[in-house]
């Protein structure tokens, strides 16, 4: 039993084989930071249409990427890993488990940040959350991802995702050091006019999405790395692709 266990682990991490999955994801990753970064900065009472065009240029950007690099890494699978160290075709999934395992990811990912806002609304007043949120957010999606890199490093038996969470989770807590060390926005009373509010929950917001897109550009720089280093692995090993005797 635990051959067959090692032999299917085997098959499912042998598309990170090559590191191009990690190289291609840090890239659209630095991509998506580059748009936060841009998108940082909202004017006052705009607040509304300026969230719907930040979400929609995320939403596009990540859709566009997504099927460009998903083109681009099947492009280099079939004419460099393939030839090298051969192909292994995984069994289909049904569509109903594919739904199943999409909705399972959405439940884990939303609610234990459903769960944090409700505690921190329970143990504190909603302006300290929000004051808080350029420090929590980052350091919670951090937290999240390097759960979710854990749990695949378990179900490949891929070594490399253990550290990749560490250096995930490292980031997130640093960029939250960091926004708690610059200054945290201070929001006014719950009764205070919206002339008053508005200005501050704008803050929040901008000062959340630049905690965000530098978290997300570290990431792409370590999965860069990460990739590159399986790359230059797995070149040195297989050097020329197969041939067959004739």
């Known amino acids: 039993i635990l051959q067959i266990d090692t032999a299917v682990k085997h098959a499912r991490r042998y598309w990170f084989v090559d590191g191009f999955t990690e190289m291609i994801t840090g890239g659209l990753f630095i991509l998506l930071a580059g ?19 930040v979400a929609g240029k995320i939403a596009i950007a990540k859709s566009v990427g997504i099927l460009v690099g998903a083109l681009v890494l099947w492009w280099l699978k079939d004419h460099f890993t393939y030839p090298r160290s051969g192909f292994v075709r995984i069994r289909q999934a049904k569509t109903t488990k594919v ?31 929000l004051s808080f949120m350029p420090v929590w957010l980052p350091v919670g999606v951090g937290l999240l991802w390097a759960i979710l ?74 999965l860069i790395f990460s990739g590159l280093i399986t790359f230059l692995r797995y070149r040195k090993e297989n050097p020329t692709p197969y041939a067959e005797d004739v």
């Open 35 to 53: 748009l936060l970064l841009f998108s940082g900065h909202a004017s006052p009472g705009a607040f509304a249409s300026w969230f719907l065009s």
């Open 99 to 129: 739904l199943v395992v999409i909705r399972n990811v959405v439940l884990f990912l939303l609610l234990p940040i459903f769960g944090l806002l409700t505690a921190s609304l329970l143990i504190t007043s909603t302006g300290n959350v």
């Open 149 to 222: 890199l854990t749990l695949a490093s378990e179900w490949m038996g891929l070594q490399r995702f253990r550290l990749l969470s560490l250096a995930m989770l490292l980031a997130g807590l640093a960029v939250g050091i960091w926004e708690l060390a610059t200054g945290l926005p201070t929001v006014p009373a719950n009764n205070a006019s919206t002339e008053i509010l508005q200005p501050a929950v704008l803050e929040i917001a901008s000062r959340a999405l630049i905690g965000l897109s530098l978290l997300v550009l570290i990431t792409g720089l370590i």
